[in-house]
Protein backbone atom coordinates (compact mmCIF):
# COMPACT_ATOMS: atom_id res chain seq x y z
CA UNK A 1 0.00 0.00 0.00
CA UNK A 2 0.87 3.95 -0.12
CA UNK A 3 2.81 4.76 2.68
CA UNK A 4 0.61 6.41 5.34
CA UNK A 5 2.27 9.73 7.36
CA UNK A 6 -0.34 8.51 10.74
CA UNK A 7 0.15 4.79 10.58
CA UNK A 8 3.66 5.23 10.18
CA UNK A 9 4.22 7.27 13.60
CA UNK A 10 2.10 4.45 15.12
CA UNK A 11 4.03 1.14 13.81
CA UNK A 12 7.06 3.98 14.63
CA UNK A 13 7.01 2.37 18.24
CA UNK A 14 7.02 -0.61 17.59
CA UNK A 15 9.54 -2.92 18.76
CA UNK A 16 12.02 -4.19 16.04
CA UNK A 17 13.37 -6.98 17.70
CA UNK A 18 10.03 -8.53 16.69
CA UNK A 19 11.16 -9.37 13.33
CA UNK A 20 13.37 -12.02 14.78
CA UNK A 21 11.52 -13.43 16.93
CA UNK A 22 7.69 -13.93 15.18
CA UNK A 23 7.60 -15.13 11.31
CA UNK A 24 6.25 -11.33 9.92
CA UNK A 25 4.65 -13.57 7.05
CA UNK A 26 2.54 -16.59 8.80
CA UNK A 27 -0.61 -14.34 9.84
CA UNK A 28 -0.07 -11.86 7.24
CA UNK A 29 -1.06 -14.69 5.05
CA UNK A 30 -3.21 -16.85 7.30
CA UNK A 31 -6.31 -18.24 6.89
CA UNK A 32 -8.75 -15.68 8.72
CA UNK A 33 -12.11 -17.15 9.94
CA UNK A 34 -15.32 -15.87 8.08
CA UNK A 35 -16.20 -12.99 10.02
CA UNK A 36 -12.39 -11.31 10.22
CA UNK A 37 -11.86 -12.33 6.69
CA UNK A 38 -14.72 -10.34 5.23
CA UNK A 39 -13.47 -7.26 7.59
CA UNK A 40 -10.32 -8.19 5.98
CA UNK A 41 -11.26 -7.85 2.68
CA UNK A 42 -13.38 -4.43 3.37
CA UNK A 43 -10.52 -2.84 4.37
CA UNK A 44 -8.21 -4.27 1.75
CA UNK A 45 -10.56 -2.83 -0.70
CA UNK A 46 -11.30 0.71 0.73
CA UNK A 47 -8.31 1.47 2.57
CA UNK A 48 -5.35 -0.46 1.98
CA UNK A 49 -5.48 -0.79 -2.33
CA UNK A 50 -7.42 2.88 -2.21
CA UNK A 51 -6.00 5.74 -4.69
CA UNK A 52 -6.28 7.55 -1.68
CA UNK A 53 -4.63 5.35 1.11
CA UNK A 54 -1.35 7.61 1.89
CA UNK A 55 -3.83 10.65 1.98
CA UNK A 56 -6.32 8.75 4.61
CA UNK A 57 -6.49 10.80 7.56
CA UNK A 58 -7.64 9.60 11.41
CA UNK A 59 -10.90 10.08 12.27
CA UNK A 60 -11.46 12.34 14.90
CA UNK A 61 -14.90 10.69 17.07
CA UNK A 62 -13.13 7.81 18.07
CA UNK A 63 -11.09 7.78 21.15
CA UNK A 64 -8.03 5.53 21.10
CA UNK A 65 -7.95 4.92 24.81
CA UNK A 66 -5.06 2.34 26.28
CA UNK A 67 -1.15 2.37 26.25
CA UNK A 68 -0.83 1.44 22.84
CA UNK A 69 0.22 3.68 20.22
CA UNK A 70 -2.80 3.23 17.52
CA UNK A 71 -4.82 5.18 15.22
CA UNK A 72 -8.32 4.82 14.17
CA UNK A 73 -9.92 5.26 10.35
CA UNK A 74 -13.45 5.72 9.13
CA UNK A 75 -13.77 3.73 6.04
CA UNK A 76 -16.98 4.36 4.14
CA UNK A 77 -20.11 7.22 5.50
CA UNK A 78 -19.73 9.25 1.88
CA UNK A 79 -22.47 10.50 0.53
CA UNK A 80 -24.25 9.66 -2.27
CA UNK A 81 -27.15 11.51 -3.48
CA UNK A 82 -29.43 11.85 -0.97
CA UNK A 83 -28.06 8.74 0.92
CA UNK A 84 -24.96 8.31 3.57
CA UNK A 85 -23.11 4.91 2.94
CA UNK A 86 -22.28 2.65 5.64
CA UNK A 87 -19.14 3.89 7.76
CA UNK A 88 -16.88 1.11 9.32
CA UNK A 89 -13.97 1.99 11.73
CA UNK A 90 -10.85 0.37 12.36
CA UNK A 91 -8.05 0.77 14.80
CA UNK A 92 -4.69 0.51 13.82
CA UNK A 93 -2.04 -0.72 16.20
CA UNK A 94 2.03 -2.40 16.03
CA UNK A 95 2.08 -6.06 15.34
CA UNK A 96 5.43 -5.65 16.85
CA UNK A 97 4.24 -3.57 19.80
CA UNK A 98 6.82 -2.70 22.45
CA UNK A 99 5.76 -4.30 25.58
CA UNK A 100 8.25 -2.53 27.53
CA UNK A 101 10.16 -4.67 30.52
CA UNK A 102 8.35 -5.40 33.87
CA UNK A 103 7.46 -8.48 35.77
CA UNK A 104 4.39 -9.48 33.54
CA UNK A 105 5.34 -8.77 30.24
CA UNK A 106 8.64 -7.87 28.18
CA UNK A 107 8.79 -10.13 25.10
CA UNK A 108 7.21 -8.54 21.84
CA UNK A 109 4.51 -10.47 21.32
CA UNK A 110 1.27 -8.78 21.38
CA UNK A 111 0.30 -9.18 17.64
CA UNK A 112 0.85 -12.87 17.66
CA UNK A 113 -1.09 -13.21 20.80
CA UNK A 114 -3.71 -11.49 19.42
CA UNK A 115 -4.24 -13.38 16.31
CA UNK A 116 -3.28 -16.69 17.96
CA UNK A 117 -6.55 -15.82 21.38
CA UNK A 118 -8.61 -15.04 18.15
CA UNK A 119 -7.62 -18.41 16.67
CA UNK A 120 -8.60 -20.13 19.80
CA UNK A 121 -11.68 -18.18 20.78
CA UNK A 122 -12.81 -19.53 17.14
CA UNK A 123 -11.70 -22.91 18.07
CA UNK A 124 -13.68 -22.99 21.42
CA UNK A 125 -16.51 -22.12 19.63
CA UNK A 126 -16.69 -18.68 21.03
CA UNK A 127 -15.94 -17.46 17.73
CA UNK A 128 -19.14 -14.72 18.56
CA UNK A 129 -17.29 -12.87 21.33
CA UNK A 130 -13.82 -12.89 19.09
CA UNK A 131 -12.71 -9.36 17.44
CA UNK A 132 -12.63 -8.82 13.55
CA UNK A 133 -8.84 -8.94 13.63
CA UNK A 134 -6.25 -9.18 11.06
CA UNK A 135 -2.70 -8.45 9.98
CA UNK A 136 -1.75 -6.18 7.33
CA UNK A 137 1.42 -5.07 6.09
CA UNK A 138 3.12 -1.65 5.67
CA UNK A 139 5.98 0.58 4.49
CA UNK A 140 8.71 0.79 7.21
CA UNK A 141 8.69 4.08 9.03
CA UNK A 142 12.38 4.24 9.02
CA UNK A 143 14.41 5.74 5.93
CA UNK A 144 17.12 3.18 7.07
CA UNK A 145 15.07 -0.35 6.69
CA UNK A 146 13.40 -0.52 3.06
CA UNK A 147 10.93 -3.56 3.69
CA UNK A 148 7.34 -3.48 4.82
CA UNK A 149 6.02 -4.11 8.50
CA UNK A 150 3.11 -5.30 9.98
CA UNK A 151 0.63 -3.79 11.61
CA UNK A 152 -3.27 -5.09 13.68
CA UNK A 153 -6.44 -3.16 11.75
CA UNK A 154 -8.97 -3.97 14.48
CA UNK A 155 -12.87 -3.26 13.54
CA UNK A 156 -14.08 -1.32 15.81
CA UNK A 157 -17.70 -3.01 16.28
CA UNK A 158 -20.57 -0.18 16.96
CA UNK A 159 -23.25 -0.34 19.68
CA UNK A 160 -21.17 -2.11 22.36
CA UNK A 161 -20.40 -1.03 25.74
CA UNK A 162 -17.70 -2.12 28.99
CA UNK A 163 -18.76 -4.30 30.81
CA UNK A 164 -17.77 -2.17 33.87
CA UNK A 165 -20.09 0.04 32.98
CA UNK A 166 -22.91 -2.67 33.25
CA UNK A 167 -25.95 -1.10 35.38
CA UNK A 168 -26.07 -2.87 38.72
CA UNK A 169 -27.36 -3.07 41.78
CA UNK A 170 -27.38 -4.28 45.35
CA UNK A 171 -28.97 -7.81 46.17
CA UNK A 172 -28.66 -8.53 50.03
CA UNK A 173 -29.41 -12.05 49.33
CA UNK A 174 -25.99 -12.25 47.20
CA UNK A 175 -24.16 -9.20 49.48
CA UNK A 176 -22.96 -8.12 45.82
CA UNK A 177 -23.73 -6.04 42.90
CA UNK A 178 -25.38 -7.84 40.48
CA UNK A 179 -26.84 -6.38 36.60
CA UNK A 180 -30.11 -4.51 36.32
CA UNK A 181 -30.40 -5.59 33.26
CA UNK A 182 -31.37 -9.52 31.88
CA UNK A 183 -28.15 -11.34 31.46
CA UNK A 184 -28.98 -14.54 29.92
CA UNK A 185 -27.77 -18.02 31.03
CA UNK A 186 -25.78 -18.35 27.69
CA UNK A 187 -24.25 -15.02 27.88
CA UNK A 188 -22.79 -16.38 31.74
CA UNK A 189 -21.81 -19.36 30.41
CA UNK A 190 -19.58 -17.33 27.58
CA UNK A 191 -18.14 -15.62 30.53
CA UNK A 192 -17.04 -18.66 32.14
CA UNK A 193 -15.55 -20.14 28.73
CA UNK A 194 -13.87 -16.47 28.24
CA UNK A 195 -12.05 -17.31 31.78
CA UNK A 196 -10.61 -20.59 30.72
CA UNK A 197 -9.35 -19.33 27.47
CA UNK A 198 -7.85 -16.17 29.53
CA UNK A 199 -6.30 -18.99 32.09
CA UNK A 200 -4.83 -21.29 29.10
CA UNK A 201 -3.10 -17.64 27.77
CA UNK A 202 -2.28 -16.03 31.05
CA UNK A 203 -4.05 -12.80 30.07
CA UNK A 204 -3.14 -10.39 31.94
CA UNK A 205 -5.34 -7.20 30.87
CA UNK A 206 -8.85 -8.70 31.46
CA UNK A 207 -10.58 -6.22 33.33
CA UNK A 208 -13.82 -4.51 33.19
CA UNK A 209 -12.92 -2.23 30.26
CA UNK A 210 -11.42 -5.28 27.92
CA UNK A 211 -14.91 -7.06 27.87
CA UNK A 212 -17.48 -5.57 25.84
CA UNK A 213 -21.42 -6.12 26.01
CA UNK A 214 -24.33 -5.34 23.76
CA UNK A 215 -27.79 -5.44 24.23
CA UNK A 216 -31.80 -5.80 22.89
CA UNK A 217 -34.55 -5.12 24.57
CA UNK A 218 -36.07 -8.63 26.62
CA UNK A 219 -39.90 -9.76 24.85
CA UNK A 220 -41.49 -9.49 28.37
CA UNK A 221 -40.71 -5.89 29.10
CA UNK A 222 -42.26 -5.19 25.47
CA UNK A 223 -44.92 -6.92 26.17
CA UNK A 224 -45.75 -5.84 29.87
CA UNK A 225 -43.88 -2.94 30.31
CA UNK A 226 -42.10 -5.21 33.68
CA UNK A 227 -38.85 -6.65 34.30
CA UNK A 228 -35.57 -5.56 33.07
CA UNK A 229 -36.00 -3.05 30.06
CA UNK A 230 -32.58 -5.05 28.27
CA UNK A 231 -30.99 -7.94 28.00
CA UNK A 232 -27.43 -9.03 27.71
CA UNK A 233 -27.17 -10.61 24.17
CA UNK A 234 -23.84 -10.73 23.44
CA UNK A 235 -20.37 -10.24 24.74
CA UNK A 236 -17.09 -9.05 22.88
CA UNK A 237 -13.44 -9.80 24.49
CA UNK A 238 -10.86 -7.33 23.05
CA UNK A 239 -7.07 -6.36 23.97
CA UNK A 240 -6.13 -9.66 23.74
CA UNK A 241 -2.30 -8.88 23.15
CA UNK A 242 -0.66 -8.86 27.11
CA UNK A 243 -1.25 -12.67 26.50
CA UNK A 244 0.84 -15.80 26.52
CA UNK A 245 4.08 -13.93 28.85
CA UNK A 246 3.96 -16.62 31.47
CA UNK A 247 5.98 -14.37 33.35
CA UNK A 248 3.50 -13.86 36.72
CA UNK A 249 0.20 -15.19 38.07
CA UNK A 250 -2.31 -12.67 37.11
CA UNK A 251 -1.51 -9.54 38.53
CA UNK A 252 -4.68 -8.06 38.98
CA UNK A 253 -6.45 -10.76 41.18
CA UNK A 254 -3.84 -13.30 42.17
CA UNK A 255 -3.87 -12.77 46.04
CA UNK A 256 -0.56 -11.22 47.11
CA UNK A 257 1.15 -14.34 48.31
CA UNK A 258 0.20 -16.61 45.19
CA UNK A 259 1.33 -13.89 43.24
CA UNK A 260 5.04 -13.45 45.10
CA UNK A 261 5.13 -17.17 45.17
CA UNK A 262 4.24 -17.78 41.30
CA UNK A 263 0.82 -19.92 42.09
CA UNK A 264 -1.75 -19.21 39.58
CA UNK A 265 -5.25 -20.53 39.62
CA UNK A 266 -8.54 -20.69 37.02
CA UNK A 267 -10.46 -18.63 40.18
CA UNK A 268 -8.23 -15.32 39.09
CA UNK A 269 -9.55 -14.75 35.95
CA UNK A 270 -13.49 -15.65 37.10
CA UNK A 271 -12.66 -12.12 38.51
CA UNK A 272 -12.10 -9.16 36.61
CA UNK A 273 -14.42 -8.31 33.49
CA UNK A 274 -16.27 -11.60 33.26
CA UNK A 275 -16.83 -11.73 37.49
CA UNK A 276 -19.89 -8.89 36.79
CA UNK A 277 -21.25 -11.80 34.92
CA UNK A 278 -20.41 -15.62 36.92
CA UNK A 279 -21.60 -16.93 39.84
CA UNK A 280 -20.61 -20.65 41.19
CA UNK A 281 -23.56 -22.34 39.13
CA UNK A 282 -22.84 -21.31 35.68
CA UNK A 283 -19.38 -23.64 36.43
CA UNK A 284 -21.04 -26.60 35.68
CA UNK A 285 -21.01 -26.16 31.84
CA UNK A 286 -17.14 -25.84 31.91
CA UNK A 287 -16.27 -30.42 31.92
CA UNK A 288 -18.72 -30.72 28.84
CA UNK A 289 -17.51 -27.79 26.90
CA UNK A 290 -13.88 -28.55 28.01
CA UNK A 291 -14.17 -32.09 26.60
CA UNK A 292 -15.95 -31.22 23.54
CA UNK A 293 -13.46 -28.55 22.31
CA UNK A 294 -9.97 -28.83 23.94
CA UNK A 295 -8.13 -31.32 21.13
CA UNK A 296 -9.43 -28.01 19.18
CA UNK A 297 -8.16 -25.52 21.44
CA UNK A 298 -4.65 -27.53 21.25
CA UNK A 299 -4.42 -28.13 17.85
CA UNK A 300 -5.13 -24.60 17.40
CA UNK A 301 -2.49 -23.18 19.42
CA UNK A 302 0.31 -25.54 18.42
CA UNK A 303 -0.93 -24.27 15.04
CA UNK A 304 -0.15 -20.72 15.82
CA UNK A 305 3.04 -21.53 18.13
CA UNK A 306 4.47 -22.39 14.15
CA UNK A 307 4.73 -18.72 13.73
CA UNK A 308 7.25 -18.04 16.45
CA UNK A 309 11.27 -18.34 15.50
CA UNK A 310 13.01 -19.14 18.56
CA UNK A 311 13.42 -22.17 20.25
CA UNK A 312 13.99 -21.03 23.66
CA UNK A 313 10.60 -19.37 23.31
CA UNK A 314 8.79 -21.83 21.81
CA UNK A 315 9.82 -24.32 24.53
CA UNK A 316 8.73 -21.82 26.73
CA UNK A 317 4.92 -21.43 25.42
CA UNK A 318 4.55 -24.79 24.72
CA UNK A 319 5.16 -26.00 28.64
CA UNK A 320 3.40 -23.54 29.94
CA UNK A 321 0.51 -23.54 28.00
CA UNK A 322 0.66 -27.67 28.23
CA UNK A 323 0.59 -27.23 32.58
CA UNK A 324 -2.36 -25.03 32.08
CA UNK A 325 -4.47 -27.85 29.78
CA UNK A 326 -3.86 -29.97 32.47
CA UNK A 327 -5.39 -28.18 34.76
CA UNK A 328 -8.49 -27.21 33.29
CA UNK A 329 -8.54 -31.14 33.00
CA UNK A 330 -7.92 -31.46 36.50
CA UNK A 331 -10.45 -28.67 37.28
CA UNK A 332 -13.23 -29.94 34.72
CA UNK A 333 -13.23 -32.96 36.70
CA UNK A 334 -13.05 -31.69 39.83
CA UNK A 335 -16.14 -29.96 39.06
CA UNK A 336 -18.23 -32.65 37.89
CA UNK A 337 -17.11 -34.80 40.63
CA UNK A 338 -18.11 -32.33 43.69
CA UNK A 339 -20.49 -29.67 41.73
CA UNK A 340 -19.92 -26.54 40.83
CA UNK A 341 -21.16 -24.52 43.87
CA UNK A 342 -18.59 -26.66 46.22
CA UNK A 343 -15.80 -26.06 43.58
CA UNK A 344 -16.28 -22.73 43.89
CA UNK A 345 -16.07 -22.14 47.58
CA UNK A 346 -13.06 -24.61 47.72
CA UNK A 347 -11.15 -22.30 45.44
CA UNK A 348 -8.07 -24.29 43.74
CA UNK A 349 -7.22 -27.40 44.95
CA UNK A 350 -3.63 -28.35 46.45
CA UNK A 351 -2.95 -30.53 43.01
CA UNK A 352 -4.01 -27.43 40.97
CA UNK A 353 -1.69 -24.95 43.02
CA UNK A 354 1.10 -27.62 42.60
CA UNK A 355 0.69 -28.24 39.17
CA UNK A 356 0.91 -24.62 38.31
CA UNK A 357 3.51 -23.64 40.72
CA UNK A 358 5.84 -25.83 38.39
CA UNK A 359 5.61 -23.90 35.60
CA UNK A 360 4.85 -20.86 37.74
CA UNK A 361 8.52 -20.45 39.14
CA UNK A 362 9.45 -19.66 35.01
CA UNK A 363 8.77 -16.13 36.38
CA UNK A 364 12.49 -17.24 38.25
CA UNK A 365 13.58 -19.33 35.87
CA UNK A 366 11.91 -18.21 32.85
CA UNK A 367 12.85 -17.51 28.79
CA UNK A 368 15.82 -15.04 29.25
CA UNK A 369 14.94 -11.49 29.66
CA UNK A 370 14.33 -9.44 26.70
CA UNK A 371 18.27 -8.75 25.65
CA UNK A 372 19.68 -11.96 26.12
CA UNK A 373 16.86 -13.56 24.29
CA UNK A 374 17.51 -11.65 21.00
CA UNK A 375 21.77 -11.66 21.74
CA UNK A 376 22.12 -7.57 22.13
Given at each position: MQKNNNISEVLDSADIRGHHFVDPDFHLNDTLPEASAESAAHF????????????????????????????????????????????????????YEDMGDGDNWQYPLAGWAEMATNGLHHAAGLGHAAMKVHVFSHPDPSPHRNRNTNALAVEIEP??????????????????????????????HDAVKLAAIDFLTNNQDRHGANLMYGTSPT???????????????RLLAIDNGRSFQ??????????????????????????????????????KVLPAWWEQHKKAIVDEFRRHL?????PM?????????????????????DIKAMGSKHYFTRRATTSDQK??????????????????????
Open positions: TSKFVNAKNAGRKRPTDDVSGGGVTSKTHFRIGGEKKGKKVLPSRVYMVKPYNLTRISEIPAEYDPKQNKMVPSVKVPSSIRDDYSLTGKGPMNQIDYMAPQRMYAPYRDYRNGIDHFHNYLAGGVGHLVDPTHLKAVKHMVSHLQRNFSDRVNVLDKVASKIHSRASVKMRRAPDGDDLFGA
